[in-house]
């Protein structure tokens, strides 16, 4: 069956092998799914798990993590996917309040839970 992308809603989810992630200025390129409407793309959780086992080994897993991801529009504004390594590792449901602040020229802060 074939599936249809979770955010856009629209496009079709395909098998890929080039999605990068970055980690404290190393990068990762990891198979998963990428939808050929919008282009967001979703590493599933085996590949997302080699990832941070390679980045622990090179001592670069922690604060802060960067991970590439882009934004995507719905009808009420713009969208920004929580990676479920990040959710999981925060212990977040989807419920919380946050508080987004614009820090800088290109940088949002993230408070959860204020």
Do not use: Y
Request: glycine share 10%; charged share 35%; aromatic share 4%.
């Amino acid at each position: 069956m074939e599936r249809k992308c979770p955010v856009c809603e629209k496009g079709r989810l395909v098998e890929v092998e080039d999605i990068v992630s970055e980690v404290e200025g190393h990068f990762f390129v990891q198979k998963g799914k990428r939808c050929m409407n919008c282009g967001e793309e979703f590493i599933n959780e085996k590949e997302g798990q080699k990832m941070i086992e390679i980045a622990r080994k090179l001592g670069i897993w922690g604060e802060p993590l960067k991970l590439h991801r882009k934004l995507s529009k719905s009808a009420r504004g713009t969208v920004l996917r929580i990676p479920t390594d990040i959710e999981k590792n925060m212990h977040l449901k989807g419920e919380e309040e946050i508080l987004i602040s614009k820090v800088g020229k290109n940088k949002l802060l993230i408070e959860v839970g204020v």
